[in-house]
Protein backbone atom coordinates (compact mmCIF):
# COMPACT_ATOMS: atom_id res chain seq x y z
CA UNK A 1 0.00 0.00 0.00
CA UNK A 2 1.21 3.80 -0.69
CA UNK A 3 2.55 5.29 2.07
CA UNK A 4 -0.02 7.98 3.71
CA UNK A 5 0.58 11.59 2.22
CA UNK A 6 -0.22 14.70 3.26
CA UNK A 7 0.21 16.62 -0.43
CA UNK A 8 -1.34 16.80 -3.54
CA UNK A 9 0.77 17.90 -6.38
CA UNK A 10 -0.38 19.37 -10.12
CA UNK A 11 1.25 19.77 -12.89
CA UNK A 12 0.65 22.57 -15.37
CA UNK A 13 2.25 22.11 -19.00
CA UNK A 14 3.26 25.85 -20.43
CA UNK A 15 1.18 24.81 -23.78
CA UNK A 16 -1.84 24.36 -22.14
CA UNK A 17 -4.47 27.12 -23.09
CA UNK A 18 -4.54 29.84 -20.11
CA UNK A 19 -1.46 29.02 -17.98
CA UNK A 20 -3.09 31.70 -15.66
CA UNK A 21 -6.34 30.95 -15.11
CA UNK A 22 -4.92 27.09 -14.34
CA UNK A 23 -2.47 28.59 -11.90
CA UNK A 24 -5.06 30.04 -9.90
CA UNK A 25 -7.95 27.15 -10.02
CA UNK A 26 -4.91 24.81 -9.30
CA UNK A 27 -4.08 27.02 -6.37
CA UNK A 28 -7.32 28.44 -4.78
CA UNK A 29 -8.30 24.79 -5.59
CA UNK A 30 -5.95 22.74 -3.31
CA UNK A 31 -6.78 25.69 -0.49
CA UNK A 32 -10.63 24.91 -0.40
CA UNK A 33 -9.42 21.50 -0.32
CA UNK A 34 -7.57 22.14 3.07
CA UNK A 35 -4.03 22.78 1.73
CA UNK A 36 -2.61 24.62 4.44
CA UNK A 37 0.19 26.09 1.92
CA UNK A 38 0.34 25.92 -1.66
CA UNK A 39 3.87 26.57 -3.47
CA UNK A 40 4.30 27.28 -7.06
CA UNK A 41 7.73 26.69 -9.17
CA UNK A 42 8.90 25.90 -12.24
CA UNK A 43 8.88 22.52 -13.79
CA UNK A 44 12.10 21.23 -14.72
CA UNK A 45 11.78 22.51 -18.42
CA UNK A 46 11.35 26.12 -16.64
CA UNK A 47 8.04 27.07 -18.77
CA UNK A 48 5.51 24.99 -17.35
CA UNK A 49 4.22 24.89 -13.67
CA UNK A 50 4.82 22.08 -10.39
CA UNK A 51 1.98 23.27 -7.41
CA UNK A 52 2.02 21.70 -4.58
CA UNK A 53 -1.04 21.59 -1.94
CA UNK A 54 0.84 20.94 1.80
CA UNK A 55 -1.86 19.42 4.29
CA UNK A 56 -1.81 18.57 7.90
CA UNK A 57 -3.31 15.63 7.68
CA UNK A 58 -3.34 12.53 5.68
CA UNK A 59 -5.04 12.88 2.35
CA UNK A 60 -7.15 9.60 1.48
CA UNK A 61 -6.13 7.86 -2.06
CA UNK A 62 -9.61 8.19 -4.06
CA UNK A 63 -9.66 12.20 -2.48
CA UNK A 64 -6.51 13.10 -4.05
CA UNK A 65 -7.20 11.86 -7.66
CA UNK A 66 -9.95 13.74 -7.37
CA UNK A 67 -9.40 16.57 -6.62
CA UNK A 68 -5.84 16.35 -9.06
CA UNK A 69 -8.73 15.23 -12.09
CA UNK A 70 -11.58 18.15 -10.79
CA UNK A 71 -8.20 21.07 -10.89
CA UNK A 72 -6.65 19.57 -14.40
CA UNK A 73 -3.86 17.40 -13.32
CA UNK A 74 -2.83 15.79 -16.69
CA UNK A 75 -4.70 12.56 -16.73
CA UNK A 76 -1.84 10.99 -17.88
CA UNK A 77 0.16 11.42 -14.86
CA UNK A 78 -3.35 10.56 -13.09
CA UNK A 79 -3.56 6.99 -14.75
CA UNK A 80 0.41 6.54 -13.89
CA UNK A 81 -0.04 7.05 -10.27
CA UNK A 82 -2.66 5.46 -9.41
CA UNK A 83 -1.07 2.29 -11.10
CA UNK A 84 2.09 3.22 -9.36
CA UNK A 85 -0.31 3.33 -5.87
CA UNK A 86 -1.62 -0.44 -6.48
CA UNK A 87 1.99 -1.71 -6.82
CA UNK A 88 2.47 0.72 -3.59
CA UNK A 89 5.04 3.20 -5.32
CA UNK A 90 4.99 6.55 -4.66
CA UNK A 91 3.16 8.70 -6.18
CA UNK A 92 2.48 12.48 -6.86
CA UNK A 93 5.98 12.75 -7.76
CA UNK A 94 7.45 16.31 -8.65
CA UNK A 95 11.07 15.47 -11.00
CA UNK A 96 13.82 18.42 -10.80
CA UNK A 97 15.83 16.45 -13.57
CA UNK A 98 14.24 15.44 -16.33
CA UNK A 99 16.28 13.94 -19.22
CA UNK A 100 19.79 15.42 -17.82
CA UNK A 101 18.24 18.63 -17.16
CA UNK A 102 18.64 19.99 -13.82
CA UNK A 103 17.38 23.66 -15.28
CA UNK A 104 16.99 26.53 -12.53
CA UNK A 105 13.79 25.82 -10.49
CA UNK A 106 12.48 29.32 -9.33
CA UNK A 107 10.01 28.74 -6.40
CA UNK A 108 7.95 31.94 -6.46
CA UNK A 109 6.80 33.86 -3.45
CA UNK A 110 3.44 34.55 -4.42
CA UNK A 111 0.65 32.75 -6.95
CA UNK A 112 0.78 36.20 -8.50
CA UNK A 113 4.18 36.27 -9.19
CA UNK A 114 4.00 32.99 -10.72
CA UNK A 115 1.19 34.39 -12.88
CA UNK A 116 3.12 37.32 -14.14
CA UNK A 117 6.09 34.83 -14.89
CA UNK A 118 3.16 32.66 -17.04
CA UNK A 119 2.23 36.00 -18.86
CA UNK A 120 5.51 36.83 -19.89
CA UNK A 121 7.35 33.32 -20.39
CA UNK A 122 4.96 30.92 -21.38
CA UNK A 123 4.10 30.43 -25.14
CA UNK A 124 0.71 30.71 -26.25
CA UNK A 125 -1.36 27.32 -28.24
CA UNK A 126 -0.52 29.04 -31.52
CA UNK A 127 3.10 30.05 -30.95
CA UNK A 128 3.93 26.35 -30.04
CA UNK A 129 1.98 25.11 -32.84
CA UNK A 130 3.96 27.55 -35.14
CA UNK A 131 7.09 26.64 -33.97
CA UNK A 132 6.27 22.56 -34.23
CA UNK A 133 5.63 23.31 -37.75
CA UNK A 134 8.58 25.48 -38.61
CA UNK A 135 11.10 23.12 -36.77
CA UNK A 136 9.46 20.07 -35.84
CA UNK A 137 8.47 18.59 -32.22
CA UNK A 138 11.40 17.64 -29.91
CA UNK A 139 10.26 14.04 -29.61
CA UNK A 140 10.51 13.49 -33.71
CA UNK A 141 13.79 13.37 -35.30
CA UNK A 142 13.58 15.16 -38.34
CA UNK A 143 14.25 12.34 -40.73
CA UNK A 144 10.80 11.40 -38.99
CA UNK A 145 8.94 14.18 -40.12
CA UNK A 146 6.98 13.58 -43.58
CA UNK A 147 7.84 16.10 -46.03
CA UNK A 148 5.11 17.06 -48.35
CA UNK A 149 6.79 15.06 -51.20
CA UNK A 150 5.97 12.34 -49.88
CA UNK A 151 2.43 13.26 -48.91
CA UNK A 152 1.46 13.97 -52.23
CA UNK A 153 3.48 10.95 -53.75
CA UNK A 154 0.68 8.61 -51.53
Sequence with gaps: MTAPTTRITIDIDSHVQNPRLRLLRATNGLQRAGAYDVEVATSTSGTGFHVVGFFDEHVPLETQFQVRRNL?????????????????????????????????RQVFDTV?????????????????????????????RDGQIPRMSAVNAL
Excluded: F, V
Aim: proline letters at 3%; aromatic letters at 4%.
Design 72 to 104: NDDPNRIQMDRQRALRGLPINTMWTTKDGNEGD
Design 112 to 140: DDAIEYAETNCRTDKQRLNSIQNHGHKAI
